[in-house]
């Protein structure tokens, strides 16, 4: 039998760690054995993440070896200096207009003092430890994913201290192109600091990864080997029966920060709820994971306030429930044009649900044109026509008044798991 090749994986997210970041690398080395490859796992002794998901270390594989380095964070002075300043470990800001000045204060830093992020303090000791770790040990390939993207660093050091390592740098999200880079109230020297890492990293990884096609050509515009790996599905469906739902519910699963809040959907929701006792007393908004208190704060002054169900923070598999039992599921992303290329890790787990999607983002967005092709659901801009929107709600009620079976959707295999595993090894397969 023919021996496995061998690839590092270094992430800084892994299982306890909640949310769709984790789920890609941990689906990936599900499958890669399979395809030909054995993957050994470099993470974190002592992170700080924002999210706990228990139930995802059931999903790791028993065989899996996992190789630990401690990290110094500065997240537990950053949280004495501003309660706030926990949601940074979620990507969340406070975007207000009546900021604090400790608010504006914990920004700057943030984005000045800890570049690229303030993972940073875990790049050198990495270097060192894996330096003499594959001087003992031949890999194959070697991956970095983030964000955070100081991960990246790690890859871009070893890269210089092995040229002929083969090296991917997987993006799960764009660096100076997301939009809460605008948000940092970088220096201009930062800023530029900023982008000539992320060029580094561009010109010297043997291939850049990007999870949507708009980030992948902007990768390439700005020197990458880039090609586009999306994320997936896997067949967490197969075990949840669906049932017709007692109320017409429309749900988010997942954090919804200010930056994507959909405040269209609010307005006119509320403007149906006033017009259609009907829709009043048959509709259910639910929210599964973490709202920022903001909007919280926003929709309780609404009509939308007895008809809304937060359930908080559920584990990937009571999401995946929630998310079957409900009508329409609600996606969001920044509504700058700089984001069209954000395709949301849940976007294809709600694909699998065969539920209809209901997308808000910037115009000619990559989620648009995928709801397009398989005709899942529809995308509005966040300045979009409220008629529109509102037709488009009440289209919905009704197939939930009269139609108890689900409608089929376009072909999603391409998204699977297994076939996108298939893409990645074909993808390194070609540099090895």
Same mark, same amino acid.
């Given at each position: 039998m023919e021996s496995l090749k061998k690839i590092l994986i270094i992430s800084y997210y892994w299982p306890p760690a909640g949310g769709p970041g984790v789920q890609r690398w941990l689906k990936f080395v599900k499958y890669l054995p399979e395809n030909g490859w054995q993957p050994t796992l470099f993470i974190p002794e002592n992170p700080s993440y924002p999210l706990i998901d228990e139930s995802l270390i059931q999903e790791i594989p028993t065989n899996l070896e996992i190789i630990k380095n401690p990290i110094w964070e500065p997240y537990q002075w950053a949280e004495k200096l501003n309660k706030n300043n926990k949601k940074f470990k979620a990507g969340q800001f406070d975007i207000a207009k009546n900021q604090s000045f400790i608010s504006k204060l914990s920004i700057w830093i943030r984005g000045n003092f800890f =570049?690229?992020?303030?993972?940073?303090?875990?790049?050198?000791p990495s270097i060192r430890v894996l330096e003499k770790y594959l001087k003992e040990n031949k890999f194959d390939a070697v991956v970095t994913t983030g964000p955070p993207h100081s991960v990246h660093l790690i890859g871009l050091g070893l890269k210089r201290k092995f040229p002929s390592i083969n090296w991917i740098a997987d993006f799960r999200d764009p660096w100076t192109e997301i939009s809460y880079y605008k948000h940092l109230k970088l220096t201009k020297k930062s800023d530029q600091k900023h982008r000539a890492l992320e060029k580094n990293i561009f010109e010297n990884a043997d291939i850049t990864i990007a999870t949507s096609y708009t980030d992948a050509e902007n990768f390439k515009q700005n020197g990458a080997n880039a090609i586009c790996i999306t994320n997936g599905f896997d067949n967490e469906f197969e075990s949840i029966v669906h049932k017709k739902t007692n109320k017409f519910t429309i749900s988010y699963i997942g954090v919804l920060e200010q930056l994507r809040n959909p405040t269209i959907l609010w307005e006119t929701l509320h403007e149906v709820l006033k017009e259609n006792n009907d829709f009043k007393n048959n509709f259910e908004l639910k929210f599964v994971g973490r709202i920022d208190d903001k909007i919280v704060d926003e929709l309780k002054h609404t009509l939308l306030s007895n008809? =809304?169900?937060?359930l908080g923070y559920k584990n990937h598999k009571e999401s995946l429930y929630e998310m079957q039992n409900s009508d329409v599921l609600l996606i969001t992303n920044f509504p700058a044009k700089e984001s069209k290329g954000i395709i949301p890790g849940k976007l294809f787990e709600y694909l699998a649900t065969g539920n209809t999607i209901l997308s808000f983002g910037p115009p000619n967005a990559d989620v648009s044109n995928i709801l397009t092709k398989t005709q899942a659901g529809q995308h509005f801009t966040y300045k979009a026509d409220k008629q529109n929107l509102k037709n488009f709600i009440l289209s919905q009620f009704e197939i939930w008044k009269?139609?108890?079976?689900?409608?089929?959707?376009?072909? =999603?295999d391409k998204f699977s798991r297994k076939n996108l595993t298939k893409k990645l090894v074909e993808v390194i397969e070609v540099r090895s």
């Open positions: =570049i690229p992020d303030a993972r940073i303090f875990w790049v050198k008809n =809304i169900n937060f009269y139609q108890t079976i689900k409608k089929e959707i376009g072909c =999603i």
